[in-house]
Structure formats: structure tokens, C-alpha cells
T-cell receptor
């Protein structure tokens, strides 16, 4: 089964500084990738979905996909303390009996005022 | 706005007891999923369904059953709850058919098995 590795495990940045998160997949099974944000064990909020090499911007959140390197990154512009949360990346695998999302274990982001 | 509602929000169960977690969606989505979240493991797929009256095993189905009696409702059943099943459980729904589909998650159920 595909594995998803996220780095770093935790990250602390100052308010207004760029935050960069990384995600590497063990194989090329996934066709579609997305980043989620989770505040304090609450439900997940999707931030950006990307399925083509290159960049996809949604407000202050920009995902970058490089399929050849099995790598997806998330860049948060001008992070605020309210952005402090766990960020999860996931790959969508299409299968004959349905689609499944495979998640990483997350990066804990802390934004200091 | 898509809506996925889970109940209960939290539950304490005894080892060996039966637990049923419920999920209801008003999105008219075909797909529904049950995930569990544990520290150090992230979200792992337990069961999912892409049509009413049918369920599929996910990556960690052992010890769990699922039921999809209608498009809107999807239940997760622990027939004999065990300590290792203490976790936060998330239900989600999605709309099949587009390459940019999105999962909509409920707020989670925190299950503690004693």
C-alpha cells in the first residue's frame, strides 16, 4: 500500500513569514492530491486540490506538485496565529471498487504573533 | 455548503460492548467513508461505500462492520469494542465523477474504550 511521508513533523514560524510543508509519496499510484487543515482534532477543512504538475493557488495557500519526484508541497503566505493547526496531505487513489484517500500523519504548524 | 453530521460527538464504552457510530450527509453524495485517527498514524480508512446497501473494506477493517442503509446514512459498528479501538473517528462523503472531487468531513466522534 502506498505510504505518505510528511515533513517536518512540526514547524514554528512567525506571523507573516512564509510556511512551507512537504509531502512525499512512496509510489505514483495517486492521481490527485490535496491538503487539509485540522484544528484541535476537529473536522478536516480542505485547502487546495491539485492534479497537474505545477502550482495551484487558493488564497494564501499554494500547492506545488512534482509527479516525477512524487512530491507535493504547501506554501502558506503571510501565516496568522489562526493558521496554527495540523496540516495533512493526501493522495487520491482511483480503484475498481471505489476511490480512496491515503493520508500522511500531518505537520503541526504553530504561528507565533 | 456540504454537511456531514456525526453522532455521538463522544462516547465512553466498556470492553466487549457494542458500539454504533452514526453518520448522516445531506450532500447527495454517492461515496461515504469511515476513518480513524490516532496519534502517529494519521487518518486510516476503515470502511467505505459508493452505493446504498453495499460497503467495502478499507485498509484496517478488522474489528469493524459498516452499514449503508440509504444514500444519506452510514454507520460504523464495533461488535466487541476493545481498548485498541480508542480513537477519534471521522466520517466523510464525496461526489464521484470529477477529477477534482473533494471529501467533506464530519466533526468527528471521540471514542474511549475502558
Amino acid at each position: 500500500q502506498q505510504k505518505v511521508q510528511q515533513s517536518p513533523e512540526s514547524l514554528t514560524v512567525s506571523e507573516g513569514a512564509m510556511a512551507s510543508l512537504n509531502c512525499t509519496f512512496s509510489d505514483g499510484t495517486s492521481n490527485n492530491f490535496r491538503w487539509y487543515r485540522q484544528h484541535s482534532a476537529k473536522g478536516l477543512e480542505v485547502l487546495v486540490s491539485i492534479f497537474s504538475d505545477g502550482e495551484k493557488e487558493e488564497g494564501r495557500f499554494t500547492a506545488h506538485l512534482n509527479r516525477a519526484n512524487l512530491h507535493v508541497s504547501l506554501h502558506i503566505r503571510e501565516p496568522q496565529p489562526s493558521d496554527s493547526a495540523v496540516y495533512l496531505c493526501a493522495g487520491l487513489n482511483y480503484g475498481s471498487s471505489g476511490n480512496k484517500l491515503i493520508f500522511g500523519i500531518g505537520t503541526l504548524l504553530s504561528v507565533k504573533p | 455548503e456540504a454537511a456531514v453530521t456525526q453522532s455521538p460527538r463522544s462516547k465512553v464504552a466498556v470492553t466487549g460492548g457494542k458500539v454504533t457510530l452514526s453518520c448522516h450527509q445531506t450532500n447527495n453524495h454517492d461515496y461515504m467513508y469511515w476513518y480513524r485517527q490516532d496519534t502517529g498514524h494519521g487518518l486510516r480508512l476503515i470502511h467505505y461505500s459508493y452505493v446504498a446497501d453495499s460497503t467495502e473494506k478499507g485498509d484496517i477493517p478488522d474489528g469493524y462492520k459498516a452499514s449503508r442503509p440509504s444514500q444519506e446514512n452510514f454507520s460504523l459498528i464495533l461488535e466487541l469494542a476493545s481498548l485498541s479501538q480508542t480513537a477519534v473517528y471521522f466520517c466523510a462523503s464525496s461526489d464521484e465523477g470529477t477529477s477534482a472531487e473533494t471529501l467533506y468531513f464530519g466533526s468527528g466522534t471521540r471514542l474511549t474504550v475502558l
